[in-house]
């Protein structure tokens, strides 16, 4: 199948900051990824959805001020977590989608630990 | 709009079957997926099955689709230690852009 790598695998940062975690497709071209969390022992919940080329596309309740989305190219969407606080510590999993293969199916990174101190 | 729901739990000894069920609201879902979480991990995409069909195998995986009830399983035929993980199904919201998933069943296979 095929490939999605999100970097990095687990970060650790200060209230206050910035953490900018990258969504790559690394042998497909994804016109469509999308950026959940995930809380301990809960599903998935799905924070936006982003499209190469314009403004994502956000879920009810999620700040988009707060999580800056950019999907710059067909290979590549990030996720900044802006002004972070303990309470944004979370799992964060993007997937993208492979056009070619003629239907919904979604390939997903590793996920990323976020830890606020 | 679509809304999946899973137990949440199953606990099985090892070389036995396991049988995970999802239910789905939106009768016009094309796919239906079912993926696999391990701890720490993104999900795995372990298979999928059309509308059309009834039935999927996939070695030791078979998904069997009810559409009259909105209903999927997952079957995992002599189930190891490495299954245990959380196992999430997956339907296509309306537009087919995005996917919503189920609450997620945690399987624990005993030796």
């Known amino acids: 199948g095929a490939v999605v790598s999100q970097h990095p695998s687990r970060v650790i940062c200060k209230s206050g900051t910035s953490v900018k975690i990258e969504c790559r497709s690394l042998?497909?071209?994804?016109?469509?990824m999308f950026w959940y969390r995930q809380f301990p022992k809960q599903s998935l919940m799905l924070m936006a959805t982003?499209?190469?080329?314009?403004?994502?596309?956000?879920e009810q309740g999620v700040e988009k001020d707060k999580f800056l989305i950019n999907h710059a190219s067909l290979t590549l969407s990030t996720l900044t977590v802006t002004s972070a606080h303990p309470e944004d510590s979370s799992f964060y999993i993007c997937?993208?989608?492979?056009?070619?293969?003629?239907?919904?199916?979604?390939?997903f990174g590793q996920g990323t630990r976020l830890t606020v101190v | 709009g679509e809304d999946v729901e899973q137990s949440l739990f199953l606990s099985v000894r090892e070389g036995d079957s396991s049988v995970i069920n999802c239910t789905y609201t939106?009768?016009?879902?094309?796919?239906l997926y079912w993926y696999k979480q391990e701890p720490g991990a993104g999900l795995q995409l372990l298979t999928y099955?059309?509308?059309?069909?009834d039935m999927k195998q996939d070695q030791r995986l078979t998904v069997l689709l009810n559409k009259k009830d909105k209903h999927l399983s997952l079957r995992i035929a002599d189930t190891q230690t490495g299954d245990s993980a959380i196992y999430f199904c997956?339907?296509?919201?309306?537009?087919?852009?995005?996917?919503?998933f189920g609450t997620g069943t945690r399987l624990l296979v005993s030796p």
């Open positions: 997937s993208a989608r492979d056009l070619k293969q003629g239907h919904t199916e979604a390939f």
């Open positions: 042998d497909f071209q994804a016109t469509t």
């Open positions: 982003s499209n190469e080329g314009s403004k994502a596309t956000y």
């Open positions: 939106d009768s016009s879902s094309t796919y």
């Open positions: 099955i059309f509308s059309n069909m």
């Open positions: 997956a339907a296509p919201a309306t537009g087919f852009q995005k996917l919503v």
